[in-house]
């Protein structure tokens, strides 16, 4: 079982910049997915990156290449994802999801919205 909890969703304008945190409960020593998508409204969920537990491989969509970057903290034990020239389409919830043993996982969603 994984638990993950989101966090650092807010208001920012556009331009601006955003970190968003998932922090996963696991103790698991074996290497696994941890990946953020985002859902607008009347839209469906789609990927936005992509990384490893180990902090390696990394993979970003097309929409988000050279403004976000995944990141992994050993510290917090979290995958961070940086966003920054955002943009009023980058408005959405973002999910955190964890693919471990063929087990799909998710967060509650943290709320971004860019105005502007």
């Known amino acids: 079982q994984v638990r993950l909890a989101e966090s650092g969703g807010g208001l920012v304008q556009t331009g601006g910049s955003l970190t968003l945190s998932c922090e996963a409960s696991?103790?698991?020593?074996?290497?696994?997915?941890v990946a953020w998508f985002r859902q607008a409204p009347g839209k469906e969920r789609e990927f936005v990156v992509g990384?490893?537990?180990?902090?390696?491989?990394?993979l970003y969509a097309d929409s988000v290449k050279g403004r976000f970057t995944v990141s992994r903290d050993y510290n917090k034990n979290t995958v961070d994802l940086q966003m920054n020239s955002l943009k009023p389409e980058d408005t959405a919830v973002y999910y955190c999801?964890?693919?471990?043993?063929?087990?799909?996982?998710w967060g509650q969603g943290t709320q971004v919205t860019v105005s502007s």
């Open positions: 999801n964890v693919v471990r043993l063929l087990q799909s996982y």
């Open positions: 696991t103790h698991d020593r074996n290497d696994f997915t």
């Open positions: 990384i490893m537990w180990s902090g390696r491989d990394r």
